[in-house]
């Protein structure tokens, strides 16, 4: 049985990545995972936006990628050192940051795909989506780190977990166990979706056995970062069920042509 999170969308799914900077917003200056991106996403026609959560120094949910801002504007400060007010100011000119409460209330119609960046983000992300289970997905690279989201949601009423997708060492597991043609039912317990790479260097991640294990256990595969038009088809062609893009608007008139 699919997850709510999947349901009454349509395929193959286009996931916003850090929402949508289109080149017009790029040179206004719209940062990634701001209130600008999202609404640029939602405007392109996306369902689902993939976006990212630190703690700042007040323990809100922001939503930013990296630990600190070095990339966006060569602050080197830790995210959890600044106060939510300052960074409200930083990106005041570029897009507006938001939280994950303001994000899930500001794009009602939207489903988030949230990546906890931090151990410290886990709890505080898990109670601020407990009431918004059925349009979110959690996940982390760190299986620890999603499980405690996934408990805190559930501890602070969630009717029922969020959506979630494995982490690094599960798909790694899963990888070995397809090679020997043992079940992998165990390992996609509980887990609606594999978010991989194409590939990790010279490594095939998705490979014909880890589709086949997905199918046959319910579990889409969703494949990042895509985009490359010929990319987009070719590897939904191969049997993945989404791509996470920079380019959904892209993707949507790619692979869902009208």
């Known amino acids: 049985m699919t997850h709510p999170f999947f349901d009454g969308t349509l395929r193959p799914r286009v996931f916003a990545h850090r929402g949508l900077v289109t080149a017009e917003g790029g040179a206004s200056g719209v940062w990634e995972n701001t209130a600008a991106a ?38 080197r400060r830790a995210v959890s050192e600044i106060r939510t007010r300052e960074l409200r100011a930083v990106f005041a000119d570029h897009g507006g940051l938001l939280t994950v409460p303001e994000a899930l209330d500001a794009f009602p119609d939207l489903r988030f795909n949230i990546d906890v960046k931090a151990d410290a983000a886990a709890v505080a992300v898990g109670e601020a989506v407990a009431q918004h289970a059925d349009r979110v997905l959690l996940t982390s690279f760190s299986d620890a780190r999603r499980r405690r989201a996934l408990a805190a949601a559930l501890e602070a009423g969630a009717p029922h977990r969020p959506a979630t997708s494995a982490g690094a060492r599960t798909v790694a597991a899963l990888m070995a166990i397809t090679r020997t043609g043992l079940s992998p039912a165990r390992l996609l317990r509980d887990v609606d979706a594999l978010q991989i790479p194409e590939r990790q260097g010279l490594l095939r991640v998705l490979t014909p056995a880890l589709i086949r294990a997905a199918r046959r256990h319910d579990v889409e595969i969703h494949v990042w970062t895509v985009n490359d038009a010929e990319e987009m088809t070719r590897i939904i062609g191969a049997g993945a069920d989404g791509i996470v893009s920079d380019r959904a608007d892209v993707a949507l008139r790619v692979l869902r042509p009208v």
């Open 38 to 75: 999202f609404a640029s996403a939602h405007a392109a026609g996306v369902e689902y936006v993939e976006t990212d959560s630190h703690v700042s120094a007040d323990g809100d949910t922001v939503l930013i990628h990296d630990s600190d801002l070095a990339r966006l504007n060569g602050d």
